[in-house]
């Protein structure tokens, strides 16, 4: 996932945009991560994944969630974030002091058990309902393929509740994605139940505008806007007529703790500048 170098917080009202230790300014990769880092509850069994996710999972570990368990689709099972910044779940610090080395059917299994959480996810297109698409594209030069989905299906499928996160555009978020990789709650309410998928579904889209979350009957609405975003920036944004709440928040953001424990770990900001 891509997301914007453009700084929020006092930085948009012209403070520099360099990286430092106080509050503001902070960068939207960072907000962003907080955002998510915020997802995880303490002692939750979680699908991290890469890039911002990864950095979210150590967030959490160092504020609110000390006893969070972080999972890789590689096999990989730790109780503590890697001891320096990974660029790859591969990477060797993330193997060592990891409490598992297993294969990617060990931890698969977890999902099918029902012992994970919550998952992370990424995806070139999130619908309405929440649904991914990581196969392909229709855009004005032809179709564009995709890896496809990896473990995203699996995770969707499977998870006690998933969160996506990615650039807000009309383009990433359809109102149907073009191909449904992984499921969300599919056409509307009790589709999930009808298809035989016992639990889970999307909690959260994060983007680079707001967090959108999603109501009993399945559908997307606006929950809070990012700091510096005003409400019709995201509409018009959107590929759909977004609903949205009664009370719209702003995103809270960044605390100095979760401010320190990003730049902590991401010193040279290789995923959230």
């Not at 889970?200 to 990012?226: N, Q």
Request: charged share 20%; net charge negative.
């Amino acid at each position: 996932m891509s997301t914007s170098t453009e700084h929020v917080g006092t930085a948009a009202l012209g403070c520099p945009a360099e990286r430092s230790s106080a509050a503001v300014p902070y960068t939207l990769g960072e907000l962003m991560v907080a955002t998510a880092a915020r997802e995880i509850r303490d002692a939750e069994v979680v699908f991290v994944g890469m890039r911002l996710p990864l950095i979210a999972f150590v967030v959490a570990k160092k504020t609110h969630a000390l006893n969070a368990v972080g999972l890789f689709e590689n096999g990989i099972i730790r109780t503590t974030p890697a001891s320096e910044l990974i660029y790859t779940m591969a990477d060797p610090p993330n193997i060592l002091g990891a409490t598992q080395c297993l294969d990617m059917l060990g931890v698969m299994s977890l999902l099918q058990s029902g012992r994970v959480h919550l998952g992370f996810l990424g995806a070139a297109e999130v619908d309405r309902f929440g649904n991914l698409n990581s196969t392909e594209v229709r855009g004005p030069n032809g179709l564009t393929r995709l890896p496809g989905s990896g473990g995203a299906c699996d995770i969707a499928s499977l998870a006690h509740r998933f969160v996506v996160l990615l650039e807000h555009t009309k383009q990433r978020l359809p109102e149907w994605v073009s191909f449904r990789t992984s499921p969300g709650n599919g056409d509307g309410p009790g589709w999930r139940k009808r298809v035989g998928l016992p639990r889970g579904g999307p909690a959260a889209v994060i983007t680079s505008k707001a967090v959108l979350r999603f109501g009993e009957d399945g559908e997307a609405y606006l929950a809070s806007v990012h700091p510096g975003i005003e409400i019709d920036d995201v509409l018009e944004n959107t590929g759909w007529k977004l609903r949205v709440a009664e009370a719209v928040e702003q995103t809270p953001q960044p605390t100095a703790e979760e401010l320190n424990a990003i730049r902590e770990y991401d010193k040279e900001g290789f995923w959230t500048s």
